[in-house]
């Protein structure tokens, strides 16, 4: 962008400034870069540089405002971020809306009530209604969803296969939301007890319930027109000696 506020530089010289995965397209970026800049035209580009520049000054600073007022939480942080899909920004706005003790939500559904990562319930004359989810905070709330979308990518995560396994009969949307509601059950207790986070693994709810994962996988097999019949493995029959 400067060489073009500049107007100094061939588009050969000018390609050979890129860095990273765009040195793969040095040819492309001197079809784009051909040509002559007017005064006129230099001088908004430096104009719309400038203000570039400048939000990503005002981001920094604040960005190290934000880092000092986090310092006393370092160590929370650190053991919310070991939980899949929670980063840095997801942490921060953990501890920025619900602070690190625990101890003002009696219990994880309290939390998860106060937050909207939970369902509303719409209930009269003892009947329930479908209803969509709590307002909540919507800060704390949209970090926990984002955070779930995250989760749902991580590979051997168990919400990864939560996720999926949700989105299949609910919708992407519901699963996403249940995922947050499972993070922030997760966030209590780790910060309640000081404890760090334990992977169950992307093969629990299999391991959870054999014979309804069984069924699972036969009726998609019957879904795709094949005709099934399981039965348990024998025990492993010793091996003959000598490899005979």
Known sequence: ?????????????????????LRRKRRQLIEAL????????????????????????????????????????AAPMARLMTIPGIDWVVAATIVAEIGVDMSVFPSA???????????????????????????????????LCNAAVAAARKRGSFFKAKYHKLKSRRGGGRAA?????????????????NSPYRELGED???????????????SRLRDLGFSVLIQPLSAPQPAPANGL
Do not use: F
């Open 177 to 193: 939301l249940a995922i947050a509601h499972k993070l922030l059950v997760c966030v209590y207790h780790m910060l309640s007890t």
């Open 34 to 73: 051909a040509g002559e800049l007017a005064a006129h035209q230099r001088q908004m580009l430096a104009l719309q540089l400038a203000r570039v520049e400048a939000d990503e000054a005002d981001i920094a600073a604040l960005d190290r405002q934000i880092d000092e007022h986090l310092a006393p939480y």
């Open 1 to 21: 962008m400067r060489a073009l506020i500049a107007g100094d530089q061939t588009a050969v010289a000018m390609s050979q400034l890129a860095r990273g995965s």
């Open 204 to 218: 629990y709810l299999d391991r959870r319930d054999t014979q309804r994962a069984a069924r699972r996988y036969v």
């Open 109 to 143: 559904g309290h939390l998860a009530a106060w937050a909207g990562a939970c369902p509303a319930n719409h209930e009269s004359a003892g009947k329930r209604r479908p209803a969509g989810a709590r307002t909540g905070n919507p800060y704390l709330k949209t970090a």
